[in-house]
């Protein structure tokens, strides 16, 4: 079993930064792709970045060169950093990990966090 807990969320001005962190909890976080995604109200999940077990990262186009995933294994621990944030990006953001290929489709995820708010104000 994996837990997964998020924290660093909160309200930030259009142009501010935040840092999202996720602690794991079970033996195999190496080993797993860990992701985060974001929900905005009557929205779907919508993917936001992945970051894989050899610390390959993949990112959507819309938080390109603003957002940096990261892992640190010795602290099971994935951060999201948010730079140059933006009233779009306000949104519930969940962590995620998922066992054997990466992937950006949510549902193929084995573990949740129970979510962090980000809003974002202009």
């Known amino acids: 079993q994996v837990q997964l807990v ?6 930030v001005q259009a142009g501010g930064s ?7 909890s079970g033996r195999t976080f190496s080993s797993y792709t860990m992701g985060w995604f974001r929900q905005a109200p009557g929205k779907e ?10 610390s390959n990262t993949y990112y959507t186009d819309s938080v390109k060169g603003r957002f940096t995933i990261s892992r640190d294994n010795a602290k099971n621990t994935v951060y999201l950093q948010m730079n140059s944030l933006k009233p779009e990006d306000t949104a519930v953001y969940y962590c995620a990990a998922k066992r054997y290929s990466s992937s950006t489709v ?8 129970q979510g962090t708010q980000v809003t974002v104000s202009s």
């Open 106 to 113: 949510y549902a193929s995820y084995d573990y949740w966090g």
């Open 6 to 11: 998020e924290s660093g969320g909160g309200l």
């Open 45 to 54: 999940r919508e993917f936001v970045a992945y970051i894989s077990w050899s």
């Open 18 to 24: 935040l840092r999202l962190s996720c602690a794991t």
